[in-house]
């Protein structure tokens, strides 16, 4: 899978890249991931098979749901928080169809 995972600057979210990068290795998915600022995601989307955004910029939500080409969704607050790997790749898998 694919993903674009978007906060406000892009830093908050590289902490969550890598659990769930260690996460898909650890079970055996095949995973492309980059964590980048919420302004920037429009540039990226070709690339990607889905954009999950940091719920501190989840006021953004409907905006890029209607502009982007590829499922949006906003990761929950205590996922977010507590880095829950699991809980994040099974909404990714849940938006993408997969």
Do not use: F
């Amino acid at each position: 899978m694919k993903i674009l995972l978007a906060c406000g600057a892009g830093l908050s979210t590289s902490i969550l890249m890598k659990k769930i990068e260690k996460y898909c290795a650890d079970h055996g998915e095949e995973l492309t991931i980059e964590a980048v600022p919420v302004n920037n995601v429009e540039g990226y989307q070709n690339d990607y098979d889905c954009v999950l955004i940091g719920p501190q910029v989840s006021y953004r939500l409907e905006e890029l749901k209607s502009t982007l080409k590829i499922p949006v969704a906003s990761i929950p607050s205590l996922d977010y928080a507590v880095g829950n790997a699991d809980n994040v790749m099974k909404l990714a898998h849940k938006i993408v169809g997969k």
